[in-house]
């Protein structure tokens, strides 16, 4: 915590302003009175973890997994189909397909 009025780095610093700094320049600082230890409950708390969404298992490709299959299929649910994907982006859009 900052008790007189100095610069670190790029930032000027006001008395009552906390910042965090290496240990060893952090006693220099309290040496030559220009800041202190603050005490440990000022901080604030840690933001919740946040918990990731349950992983969702790919459907059962079509005959085998070959990617006519999952063409036919992902046509059969509604989806428009690019000649261009593959088996990975055919799963992900019946997926999305099916889960909306």
Excluded: C, N
């Excluded at 008790?3 to 040496?31: C, F, I, M, Q, S």
Aim: no cysteine; net charge positive; aromatic share 4%.
């Amino acid at each position: 915590m900052v008790l007189k009025p100095h610069r670190y780095g790029t930032r000027h610093l006001v008395a009552g302003d906390e910042y965090e700094v290496p240990l060893r320049e952090a006693v220099a600082l309290v040496v030559s009175k220009k800041a202190k230890f603050a005490v440990e409950a000022a901080r604030p708390p840690d933001p919740p973890s946040q918990v990731p969404p349950p992983v969702r298992s790919l459907p059962e490709p079509a005959v085998g997994g070959d990617l006519e299959g999952l063409r036919a299929r992902a046509r059969a649910i509604g989806v428009e189909v690019d000649g261009r994907w593959g088996t990975a982006r055919l799963r992900d859009e019946i997926t999305k397909a099916t889960a909306g």
